[in-house]
């Protein structure tokens, strides 16, 4: 999980926010989440194929002010790795389509979320997006600026991951395994990670105050991902002591349920481990876009293999969004639902 949450920290680290919530004029459009794969695949098309027709829907319906992509911040990393004309070719799309608008790093949503749970406040496209003003990637001094991040995240992930996946390769889990103790080995993984949480919480409220840690990834230490979220709450939320204790209460009757981020973050994660996969940076950024977007979407567009993890954690149906991929049946699907719209 450490490893997980340094994906995050590291992107705030490189991102200046200033948010700006001025959302009155996207709230009755449809929110479209467009991963790396699938922006690749419109432009990389041609005219006849699916892809491309699903390209020039979106755009058509973006100008009818029918819906809306946001972009991400996991969008600058993912496409900075490729060369500069083709970095920003996938950028200007992306940024005509959303409006202006990004969804925010992990920690702010996360702490948000807790907060408006807490309070009893209205989750709405505030808690998920700012405007973005993140300059594009229109010329090669930005461009090379987010490639050597891009390429500093995946040395430490990978240096970081380096044990963890020696060890699932010698655990690697068969199917009839996975198949009779999936659930266990996701739940298991999951209340731990709560338990952590309380038993923080509980030690803030006994020494009245909190220090944040630092975890020990490979080489490079990080401060620990549930003291940032604390110090959040209680710096920029204002959280009292009464609140921390519903909070408190609120993990111990239903855990990370009703926090989305989280919710999905543990889920995706824990099958990912009961599975034995290993894991690379792709994936991290892959948990990270569920894990921020997928909530608070309409449709969702991914790759197979993240369609496939999703639907088998049942969040299509808790949180009310449609995922597609790649496949033939997926985009004739999505084209004719899109069609629907126009």
Same mark, same amino acid.
């Given at each position: 999980?450490?490893?997980?949450?340094?994906?995050?920290?590291?992107?705030?680290?490189?991102?200046?926010?200033?948010?700006?919530?001025?959302?009155?004029?996207?709230?009755?459009?449809?929110?479209?989440?467009?991963?790396?794969?699938?922006?690749?695949?419109?432009?990389?098309?041609?005219?006849?194929?699916?892809?491309?027709?699903?390209?020039?829907?979106?755009?058509?319906?973006?100008?009818?002010?029918?819906?809306?992509?946001?972009?991400?911040?996991?969008?600058?990393?993912?496409?900075?790795?490729?060369?500069?004309?083709?970095?920003?070719?996938?950028?200007?799309?992306?940024?005509?389509?959303?409006?202006?608008?990004?969804?925010?790093?992990?920690?702010?949503?996360?702490?948000?979320?807790?907060?408006?749970?807490?309070?009893?406040?209205?989750?709405?496209?505030?808690?998920?997006?700012?405007?973005?003003?993140?300059?594009?990637?229109?010329?090669?001094?930005?461009?090379?600026?987010?490639?050597?991040?891009?390429?500093?995240?995946?040395?430490?992930?990978?240096?970081?991951?380096? %044990?963890? *996946? @020696? !060890?699932?390769?010698?655990? /690697?889990?068969?199917? #009839?395994?996975? +198949?009779?103790?999936?659930?266990? =080995?996701?739940?298991?993984?999951?209340?731990?990670?709560?338990?952590?949480?309380?038993?923080?919480?509980?030690?803030?409220?006994?020494?009245?105050?909190?220090?944040?840690?630092?975890?020990?990834?490979?080489?490079?230490?990080?401060?620990?991902?549930?003291?940032?979220?604390?110090?959040?709450?209680?710096?920029?939320?204002?959280?009292?002591?009464?609140?921390?204790?519903?909070?408190?209460?609120?993990?111990?009757?239903?855990?990370?349920?009703?926090?989305?981020?989280?919710?999905?973050?543990?889920?995706?994660?824990?099958?990912?481990?009961?599975?034995?996969?290993?894991?690379?940076?792709?994936?991290?950024?892959?948990?990270?876009?569920?894990?921020?977007?997928?909530?608070?979407?309409?449709?969702?567009?991914?790759?197979?293999?993240?369609?496939? %993890?999703? *639907? @088998? !954690?049942?969040?299509?149906? /808790?949180?009310?969004? #449609?995922?597609? +991929?790649?496949?033939?049946?997926? =985009?004739?699907?999505?084209?004719?639902?899109?069609?629907?719209?126009?």
């Amino acid at each position: 999980m450490r490893i997980q949450l340094f994906a995050a920290l590291f992107i705030i680290a490189v991102f200046n926010y200033s948010f700006n919530n001025t959302m009155s004029n996207l709230q009755k459009k449809i929110c479209i989440y467009l991963d790396q794969y699938a922006v690749s695949e419109m432009l990389d098309s041609k005219e006849g194929e699916l892809w491309f027709e699903i390209k020039e829907l979106l755009q058509i319906l973006h100008q009818q002010n029918k819906i809306f992509c946001p972009a991400s911040i996991e969008h600058y990393f993912e496409t900075s790795a490729k060369d500069f004309e083709a970095s920003n070719e996938h950028d200007t799309f992306l940024r005509l389509l959303s409006d202006g608008y990004c969804i925010k790093p992990e920690l702010f949503i996360t702490s948000q979320l807790i907060s408006s749970r807490i309070r009893n406040n209205k989750i709405t496209l505030n808690t998920y997006m700012y405007h973005n003003n993140t300059k594009p990637i229109d010329n090669k001094y930005v461009h090379t600026h987010f490639k050597e991040k891009n390429e500093n995240f995946k040395e430490i992930i990978t240096g970081s991951l380096t %044990e963890v *996946n @020696e !060890l699932r390769g010698l655990f /690697k889990n068969d199917a #009839k395994t996975v +198949s009779q103790y999936k659930d266990l =080995l996701i739940n298991l993984g999951r209340q731990k990670e709560i338990q952590n949480f309380i038993g923080r919480l509980k030690e803030l409220r006994k020494e009245k105050g909190i220090t944040i840690r630092g975890d020990n990834l490979g080489t490079v230490q990080v401060p620990n991902w549930i003291d940032l979220i604390i110090h959040q709450l209680l710096g920029k939320h204002k959280f009292t002591d009464k609140e921390v204790v519903l909070l408190i209460s609120e993990f111990e009757k239903y855990g990370f349920s009703n926090i989305p981020t989280l919710d999905i973050r543990f889920f995706l994660t824990g099958l990912i481990t009961s599975y034995g996969k290993k894991e690379d940076k792709n994936d991290q950024i892959d948990i990270m876009r569920i894990s921020n977007g997928f909530s608070i979407s309409d449709i969702f567009l991914t790759d197979k293999k993240r369609k496939h %993890e999703i *639907n @088998e !954690l049942g969040l299509p149906k /808790k949180y009310n969004t #449609k995922v597609y +991929s790649g496949t033939q049946n997926d =985009l004739e699907c999505l084209r004719n639902e899109l069609k629907s719209l126009e």
